[in-house]
């Protein structure tokens, strides 16, 4: 199992639509709002896959569910939630590796978000 941040197919939404929907299914929280964070490459010379990262504040008054994606999809996902400071550790000590992840992140800090 990886530790990522919420993410999926743009299944014909926009991806404001679609992290939207992904943050649902894979969490159980129903955010209404996000904000663009960058448009990017992973690995431009073998893979023309476009990721779109996003932030969005959420709430326990935003819970529907509890998440963990769709059996549908064959997903089996279990929700973390941490501090960011026990986030940025577990960058450092390898257990978090997943690029997306690190990326908003290191966004959080650099922006003062948290």
Do not use: W
């Amino acid at each position: 199992m990886m530790i990522e941040v919420c993410a999926g197919l743009l299944d014909k939404d926009n991806a404001e639509q679609a992290i939207i929907r992904e943050t649902e299914e894979e969490t159980g929280y129903r955010i209404s709002k996000v904000q663009k964070v960058i448009e990017t490459y992973m690995s431009p010379g073998s893979v023309t896959e476009i990721l779109y990262l996003f932030v969005g504040e959420y709430d326990e008054t935003m819970k529907v569910s509890e998440g963990g994606g769709l059996d549908a999809e064959q997903e089996n996902i279990e929700v973390l939630e941490f501090t960011f400071e026990e986030a940025y550790m577990m960058i450092e000590s390898g257990e978090i590796t997943d690029a997306k992840t690190i990326m908003l992140l290191q966004h959080a800090k650099i922006k003062n978000l948290i």
